[in-house]
């Protein structure tokens, strides 16, 4: 393995706050838009991120550090899955519940997994027949049925 210098240096945890606060103000933008299809922007942002943090091999540390800075303002059960954890910490809790959430990391893993790094998330989602779809999808892939939600 190359020892690659973004390996060496450590991500602070104002740098955290920082891409926390960039993904905060997309939320905040996807709750202004009546566009049908305004939560790509803000997948999309959370995907950018987390897919960033797992080059560094590093997505499940920062996203314990990103839950355990948010936690500060709320008290929280642990959030292993980085792309929940994210999400945990950037969207409205009163409009993002478990089971969004779940669904959305889900969705997320299976595009990590399958997009190709051309095409953008919400084109990648839409051509495998949308979130729902995505969600369900994943889950087979993990043997679980669609329904549990899990």
């Not at 566009?35 to 091999?57: K, N």
């Not at 800075?69 to 008290?75: A, D, I, K, T, Y």
């Not at 953008?120 to 087979?140: E, H, M, S, T, W």
């Amino acid at each position: 393995m190359l020892d690659r210098p973004s390996a060496r240096i450590a991500f602070s945890p104002d740098a955290l706050k920082a891409n926390l606060s960039r993904l905060e103000s997309e939320w905040e933008t996807y709750q202004t838009t009546r566009d049908r299809d305004g939560i790509y922007g803000y997948l999309a942002a959370v995907f950018e991120l987390v897919t960033w943090w797992r080059q560094d091999r590093k997505a499940a540390e920062y996203a314990r550090q990103a839950v355990v800075l948010h936690s500060r303002r709320q008290p929280v059960s642990d959030i292993a899955e980085p792309f929940a954890a994210v999400i945990f910490c950037t969207a409205d809790p009163e409009k993002v519940d478990y089971r969004l959430r779940s669904k959305w990391s889900r969705v997320l893993r299976y595009a990590a997994e399958f997009k190709g790094l051309s095409e953008p998330l919400r084109n990648f989602i839409k051509r495998k027949g949308g979130i729902n779809k995505c969600a369900a999808r994943f889950a087979r892939r993990m043997g679980r049925s669609a329904r549990t939600g899990g």
